[in-house]
């Protein structure tokens, strides 16, 4: 596999925190100028990988503390959100 389609590939294997300074080293290799076109869509591609799941953890983290702090009156769903 190449080191780009490993890049992106991996998106669904980082922790959050990990995601966000990945996201920031693509930003930082296009905001160099240094990048041919070609090598500056691949690298647009992973940070839009990147920021989607990063948005998908947030949503999921966001739903748990929904359920965590809503009051003992309404009725709890029998599943949780899992965070992964």
Do not use: I, W
């Amino acid at each position: 596999m190449s080191e780009k389609a490993s890049k992106s590939g991996d998106a669904a294997d980082l922790g959050f925190d990990d995601l966000v300074r990945r996201l920031r080293e693509v930003v930082t290799r296009l905001e160099s100028g240094d990048l041919s076109l070609e090598d500056s869509l691949a690298a647009y591609e992973e940070g839009v990988a990147l920021a989607r799941r990063g948005h998908d953890l947030l949503d999921r983290a966001e739903k748990r503390v929904e359920l965590l702090v809503r009051p003992p009156t309404e009725s709890t769903p029998e599943e949780s959100v899992p965070l992964e």
